[in-house]
């Protein structure tokens, strides 16, 4: 069994879990053994997302809610929002008052579920897992039970500018390491003619924010380096100093300093997505939302998707998936209300709706995740605008930038900090990662 966090301490564990339902994670508490609703009888249900529910995100999954609704009478489902993640979400489940449906980020799945934090849905789901990629289905499970099933999500890919590719005579998107540098420095030029370059060929991440972290994991994995190691008994240490690791961070150095604007360093990904928008870089790392943002640019052009160029150990993509879980303490036909909703969720046809996307400031409706299933290929969508199916197929070689929940505090305390040194130049690589290992292994320990 692995060895996770304990957010809270075993004896208020045991309390509070005991006044809300089984304290065990292998409850055997599950739809498929509780009794069917009496005809004409309505539950009600609710789900909480991690975005208002009033928000353009918001009102698009009501729209998939009623849906459901109106397949499923004996069912209504209230939309709450702005779900909680970590000890503020521990803190809600174990009041009792948690809702029967919850988004959960993968990390959170794992995370809390050693903690008595979910139901076992193995039993009422387990038959769903063919339609997943075998590593994206294992983020919801621990200790071989389902606690998480996968709902939506992305993955993260190259997004170009196809007309300054054009312009550039770049025939096809880079596909290695030295096919992204070549293209970018292409990319980087002079176009008012003053002596400096004013468009580059990559926007990066250089800020000191979360974003940083899993771009350069990205790179991480895709040199082959691990971040962190375990010695079989769940204990972990980071793994990240090591030659594969110093050669990601050397090639992501040169990228910002060579091929991205002078200011990288002070560029979260919000930032990148704008220069990407105005045409200051020709390239980016981002989700399926970066294509409708490109979409309604001021200067039109053409916006093209490809997969992340492989390096020597091949591809990765940073992952984003969300999960749906049912808290400990649900039960009867609100738990069998709760299994029908997530089946209904996870099936082809709720998965298609979530491709409808939400409504922008100009009535149009632009899609802000991917359904997450391996199967969806034939959707009407994706055969109108099939740019988005490299979201999916990023599932498949997944570069997961929480592999184990403890791994939250070395990024907040230490690596967001190395990463904006090394590539600022206030740091080399080496002596960045030699810090990430003493001061993350403290970390990691101590957990």
């Given at each position: 069994m692995n060895k996770w966090p304990k957010v809270v301490v075993a004896g208020t564990l045991a309390i509070s879990l005991t006044a809300c339902g089984s304290a065990k994670p292998e409850s055997a508490n599950t739809a498929g053994e509780q009794a069917q609703a009496e005809?004409?009888?309505?539950?009600?249900?609710?789900?909480?997302i991690a975005w208002a529910s009033d928000s353009p995100r918001g009102k698009a999954i009501r729209v998939i809610l009623d849906e459901f609704e109106k397949k499923n009478q004996d069912v209504k489902v209230e939309l709450l929002g702005s779900a909680q993640n970590g000890q503020k979400l521990l803190t809600q489940?174990?009041?009792?008052?948690?809702?029967?449906?919850?988004?959960?980020?993968?990390?959170?799945?794992?995370?809390?579920?050693?903690?008595?934090?979910?139901?076992?849905?193995?039993?009422?789901?387990?038959?769903?897992?063919?339609?997943?990629y075998q590593q994206l289905w294992d983020l919801g499970t621990w200790d071989g039970k389902l606690y998480g099933f996968p709902w939506l999500g992305h993955s993260v890919q190259l997004i170009y500018n196809k007309t300054l590719f054009d312009k550039a005579g770049i025939k096809n998107p880079p596909k290695t390491w030295d096919e992204l540098y070549d293209a970018a420095k292409k990319l980087t030029v002079d176009t008012n003619g003053d002596g400096k370059p004013d468009q580059y060929g990559i926007g990066l991440?250089?800020?000191?924010?979360?974003?940083?972290?899993?771009?350069?994991?990205?790179?991480?994995?895709?040199?082959?380096?691990?971040?962190?190691?375990?010695?079989?008994k769940g204990n972990y240490q980071v793994g990240l100093n090591s030659p594969e690791g110093k050669k990601a961070l050397e090639f992501y150095t040169k990228l910002v300093k060579e091929v991205s604007p002078p200011d990288t360093v002070n560029k979260d990904g919000g930032a990148v997505m704008a220069d990407f928008r105005n045409q200051v870089v020709a390239m980016?790392?981002?989700?399926?939302?970066g294509v409708p943002d490109a979409?309604?640019?001021?200067?039109?052009?053409?916006?093209?998707?490809?997969?992340?160029?492989?390096?020597?150990a091949g591809?990765?993509?940073?992952?984003?998936?969300?999960?749906?879980?049912?808290?400990?303490?649900v039960k009867g036909d609100k738990l069998s209300a709760s299994v029908k909703l997530i089946k209904f969720l996870g099936s082809k046809e709720g998965q298609e709706l979530v491709m409808k996307g939400e409504k922008a400031d100009d009535g149009n409706f632009y899609p802000f995740r991917v359904p997450i299933r391996k199967d969806l290929y034939d959707l009407p969508y994706f055969k109108e605008h099939p740019e988005f199916l490299v979201f999916i197929k990023g599932l498949e070689y997944p570069s997961i930038s929480t592999p184990v929940p403890q791994w939250a505090q070395v990024e907040a305390e230490v690596y967001q900090?190395?990463?904006?040194?090394?590539?600022?130049?206030?740091?080399?690589?080496?002596?960045?990662?030699k810090t990430l290992e003493e001061k993350g292994n403290a970390i990691l320990k101590a957990k």
């Open positions: 005809p004409g009888k309505t539950t009600q249900i609710r789900m909480q489940i174990l009041s009792g008052d948690a809702p029967e449906v919850m988004q959960i980020a993968y990390r959170d799945v794992r995370g809390l579920a050693p903690q008595g934090a979910y139901l076992d849905l193995s039993k009422d789901l387990n038959a769903e897992k063919d339609n997943y991440v250089g800020k000191q924010v979360y974003d940083i972290t899993w771009m350069v994991n990205m790179f991480m994995n895709q040199a082959g380096a691990n971040i962190v190691k375990d010695d079989g980016q790392f981002q989700g399926p939302w979409w309604k640019a001021a200067n039109k052009f053409e916006v093209a998707t490809a997969e992340v160029p492989a390096g020597p591809k990765a993509a940073d992952i984003g998936p969300y999960m749906l879980s049912v808290p400990t303490g900090s190395v990463l904006n040194q090394v590539v600022s130049g206030a740091i080399t690589a080496e002596q960045g990662l």
